[in-house]
């Protein structure tokens, strides 16, 4: 068993793997991001702080983690708990809040995260989904720029 595979299975249970977004709420959230801190520490060595400067190191966690090969399907969990990280920073500095994704815009589309973020009303983003774009498709869902278009979004909100 790689490294990786044990110390997911260590941080986030062993055995047959459940799905990864069931029981997930709004309040669970903040347990996750910290979850993604113990991660990053235990893996890279990392140390994750919420700031804006430390959407960066994830952003190269997650390659590192594109380039070995992974996929959503195998880090699904992880993936998870680094969406929560990236919306903690979003949240604890926007002053937002997460709701239920069934109860917003992203209630319509199957496979979505659990929870989002509303960041105006009636106007909602995933920073979960993101993180498995990321993943995904590369470099092109960068998520310090992300954060800079979502901030752009907040700002031509409030007007």
Known sequence: MSLLRRL???????GRKPDA???ITPELAPELAQRFVDFT???EGIELDYSIDSLERVDEVIEKMRREGHTVNDLDRVLLVAG???GEIITRRHKLRWVKAEESSYAELPGSAPIVIEYAAGNYTSPIDKVMKRLENGKEDYL????????????????
């Open 8 to 14: 997911i299975n260590r941080l986030f249970g062993v």
């Open 21 to 23: 977004n069931k029981g």
């Open 41 to 43: 520490k235990s893996i």
């Open 84 to 86: 929560c990280y990236i």
């Open 144 to 159: 310090p720029f992300y954060y800079q278009v979502l901030c752009k979004l907040m700002k031509e909100t409030e007007t």
